[in-house]
């Protein structure tokens, strides 16, 4: 997974105040780690652990760093730091930008962005945009939805009842998630969340009566955007020569980009 770092200047990352001072075109370059760095030592001349595939923030204290040099060891600090050919550099605070750091990642072709964010605010900002962006992802038919707190996942084949049951869920006062596409991203090792799509969201299909607006009818107390996917409710056609576990007892998994979630199956 990766972010194009044109991304950043999308309507969808405007909270990160961001505005482009050169570098057009490098805004095609990769973003592969959610983990930013402060290059530190590589305005020195310590190039050697700069990751080029991170965002590299130069906060106050790069930018005083480099604004007390004479002009000619500014030049040569700059040339440091671009030489890695990071992904982009990003200045905080809404400091002046030296002319250096412009000549240099200009003749890199360097994408420089400043913000007028203070470097821990936009440091936790900018961690938390590109943790959801490159978070794995995938897809699934179902339908999720909040009962008490739980995220139940509810599988099963097309027709079988899987958005009736929630409809009867969501008149008892449960909530409605996602219906027919459930959009899945992994956030650290053990959890996955789900979502719906943008065309569908906060709609539900049940045949003979159509598509419902739940938010409309029931409001938007019976509704969420995004909920952790906690149970996997797996509903099949009842059949006479099966036996089902009626118990609880038997302990089954199902799972979501490689996380291992409880299954139930609910035959019907």
């Known amino acids: 997974m990766s972010v194009a770092v044109e991304e950043l200047l999308g309507e ?3 909270e990160l105040q961001l505005v482009l001072h050169t570098g057009d075109v490098g805004m095609t370059r ?6 930013i760095q402060k290059p530190g030592l590589a305005l020195t001349g310590f190039n050697v652990f700069v990751h080029n595939d991170r965002v590299q923030i130069l906060g106050s204290t790069e930018l005083a760093f480099l604004n ?3 002009p000619s060891a500014r ?3 700059c040339a440091f730091l671009c030489e890695v050919a990071p992904v982009c550099i990003i200045c ?11 000549r240099q990642c200009k003749r890199t072709n360097v994408p420089l962005l400043s913000t007028p964010q203070l470097s821990s605010v936009f440091i936790s900002r900018v961690q938390s945009w590109l943790a959801d962006r490159l978070a794995p992802k995938t897809s699934m038919h179902g ?3 909040d009962v008490w707190g739980v995220g139940v996942l509810i599988l099963g084949q097309s027709g079988i009842g899987k958005s009736e049951c929630v409809l009867d869920l969501i008149q008892r006062g449960h909530r409605l998630v996602a219906d027919d596409v459930v959009q899945i991203k992994k956030h650290s090792m ?3 969340y789900g979502s719906g799509t943008a065309l569908l969201k906060h709609h539900i299909e049940i045949r003979g009566l159509g598509i419902l607006d739940i938010k409309e009818m029931f409001g938007v107390s019976a509704v ?23 118990l609880g007892l038997e302990e089954r998994r199902f799972p979501i980009l490689d996380v291992e979630l409880p299954l139930i199956t609910v035959p019907v």
């Open 75 to 77: 030049e040569e600090s």
């Open 143 to 145: 339908v999720l939805t």
């Open 92 to 102: 905080t605070k809404g400091m002046a930008i030296p002319d250096e750091l412009i």
């Open 12 to 14: 969808d990352a405007s």
């Open 30 to 35: 990769q973003i592969k780690k959610e983990r």
């Open 224 to 246: 969420r955007d995004r909920k952790r996917i906690d149970l996997v409710a797996e509903m099949v056609m009842w059949r006479d020569d099966e036996e089902y576990d009626r």
């Open 68 to 70: 007390q040099m004479n």
């Open 190 to 192: 053990e959890f996955v």
